[in-house]
C-alpha cells in the first residue's frame, strides 16, 4: 500500500481539511494514475454535506480525474505508462448483470462502485476520490483522454460532460430541436455546448441574467430568465426538449409548462425530494419527467472522442487544494465560471 496525501471531510459541518490515506498495490487488472488535475463537481459538495444521507466520513471528494498512468497491471494491455487518461464517477461494478452487459454500469443491479462514499473491494471500508495525490483503478474503468484536450479542461467532462451528453444521446435531440437547459453551472455550460454541437437551438434558462452573456458565448442562441414570468409564458409549449441541472428540490410546473406536446422535461440535479407536481401539467399535452445518472464506460468514452473530434472542454477556474472551502462556498452560491478544477501540484507540494 502507498500512502497519499489528500483533502477530506470528517463530518457533515467541518471544513475540508488535509487527510492522508491509502491507496491499494497495484493488482493485475488495475491501473496507477498520478492525478493531476480534478474538477469539482456539486455533487462533492452534497456528499460532504451528507443532503443524500448516506455518506461516510471521511469523505474524499472527487470524481472529474485526470492524470498519467504510472503503473500497470500484468492483465493491462489497453493502456501504457505516461498515458493521459480519466476516471470518473465509477471505479468497479459486478460487469455480469443486464446492466454492466449493456454498457450502462451506473445502474448495475449489484451497485455500482462508486469513485468516493462506495465501498471499497480491495481494502474494505470506503472509497476515497480524486482530491488526492494518486489513484488505483480497475482497468475496465479507465478512459483515455485525447491528447489534443487541454487536460485541466477536460476533467470536468469524467463527471459534468458524461451527465449531459448522455440524456442528449438517449432523448434523439438533433439538429433544429428547441432544447432549454436549465441552470447555468459546471453542468448546465456543457448542456449547452453539447446541445450546441448536435445542431439544436438552445436555450439557456437561469435564475442569474447576469450571466446571459457568457450563455450565448458558450453556444446558447437565446437566454430565459425564470424568474421572469412574462418571458416563461412567451416559451409556454414550445420546447422538444428539457435538461434541468437546478441542483435542489423546486417547483417543476412552471419548466412543465414549457414543454410541447409529448416532449420530455430530463432530471440530473435534483436527487431529493421535489415540490408536488400538479398532474394536470403532465396530463394536459402527455408530457414526461424522466432522470438521468451520468453515463455508461463505453458511452463516456464515446463522449470523451466526440470531445477530442470537436474541441470540446469545459471553461474553468483553476484553484489550489487549499482553497476548496471558499470554492464550496461559491458554488452554494451558484457563483463559478463554470467549473472548478484544482491543480493537483499544489497538494503535492504541501
Ligand atoms: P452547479 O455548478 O452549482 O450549477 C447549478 C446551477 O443551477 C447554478 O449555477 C444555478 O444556475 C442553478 N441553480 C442553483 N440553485 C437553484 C435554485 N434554487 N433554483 C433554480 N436554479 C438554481 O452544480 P453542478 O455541478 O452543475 O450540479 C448540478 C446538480 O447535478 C447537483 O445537484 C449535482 O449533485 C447533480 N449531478 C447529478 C449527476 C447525475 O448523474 N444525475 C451528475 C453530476 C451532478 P443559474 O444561476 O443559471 O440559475
Ligand atoms: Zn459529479
Ligand atoms: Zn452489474
Known amino acids: 500500500m502507498t500512502e497519499v496525501k489528500a483533502y477530506a471531510a470528517k463530518t457533515s459541518d467541518s471544513e475540508m481539511v488535509p487527510f492522508k490515506l491509502d491507496r491499494r498495490d497495484v493488482t493485475a487488472n488495475d491501473v496507477k494514475i498520478d492525478i493531476e488535475f480534478c474538477g469539482v463537481c456539486h455533487s462533492d459538495l452534497h456528499q460532504v454535506r451528507n443532503d443524500w444521507k448516506n455518506s461516510v466520513y471521511p469523505v474524499v471528494p472527487g470524481h472529474e480525474i485526470i492524470g498519467r498512468i504510472t503503473e500497470i ?18 471505479v468497479d461494478s459486478c460487469q455480469k448483470c443486464s446492466a454492466c452487459k ?99 437551438h438552445v436555450v439557456m434558462i437561469t435564475t442569474s441574467p447576469s450571466k446571459s452573456g457568457d450563455a450565448k458565448k458558450l453556444g446558447a442562441d437565446e437566454v430565459l430568465i425564470s424568474k421572469e414570468e412574462e418571458q416563461m409564458k412567451k416559451h409556454a409549449g414550445s420546447f422538444d426538449f428539457l435538461l434541468n441541472t ?32 400538479h398532474g394536470g401539467s403532465l396530463v394536459m399535452g402527455r408530457k414526461r419527467i424522466a432522470g438521468s445518472l451520468i453515463g455508461g464506460i463505453k458511452e463516456t468514452q464515446e463522449m470523451l472522442d466526440f470531445c477530442g473530434e470537436h474541441n470540446v472542454v469545459s471553461d474553468i477556474e483553476m484553484i ?31
Open 73 to 90: 497491471g500484468a492483465n493491462v494491455t489497453k493502456f501504457k505508462v505516461g498515458q493521459l487518461v480519466g476516471v470518473g464517477c465509477m
Open 246 to 277: 437546478i441542483p435542489v428540490g423546486h417547483d417543476m410546473n412552471p419548466y412543465v409548462n414549457l414543454l410541447k406536446r409529448d416532449a420530455t422535461m430530463v432530471l440530473v440535479g435534483a436527487i431529493e425530494p421535489l415540490d408536488p407536481l
Open 102 to 200: 449493456d454498457d450502462m454500469e451506473q445502474f448495475c443491479e449489484n451497485g455500482a462502485t462508486f469513485t468516493y462514499n462506495g465501498a471499497d473491494k480491495h481494502l474494505g471500508g470506503h472509497t476515497f476520490g480524486g482530491y488526492s495525490e494518486q489513484v488505483v483503478v480497475d482497468k475496465e474503468f479507465v478512459l483515455s483522454v485525447p491528447e489534443n484536450l487541454d487536460p485541466r479542461a477536460a476533467a470536468p467532462l469524467l463527471c459534468a460532460g458524461i451527465t449531459t451528453y448522455s440524456p442528449l444521446k438517449h432523448w434523439n435531440v438533433k439538429k433544429g430541436d428547441k432544447v432549454g437547459v436549465i441552470g447555468l453551472g459546471g453542468l448546465g455550460h456543457m448542456g449547452i455546448k453539447f446541445a450546441h454541437a448536435m445542431g439544436a
Open 320 to 350: 489550489d487544494m487549499q482553497n476548496i472551502n471558499e470554492a464550496f462556498d461559491r458554488l452554494v452560491k451558484s457563483d463559478v465560471k463554470y467549473r472548478f478544477v484544482i491543480d493537483m501540484k499544489s497538494l503535492k507540494n504541501s
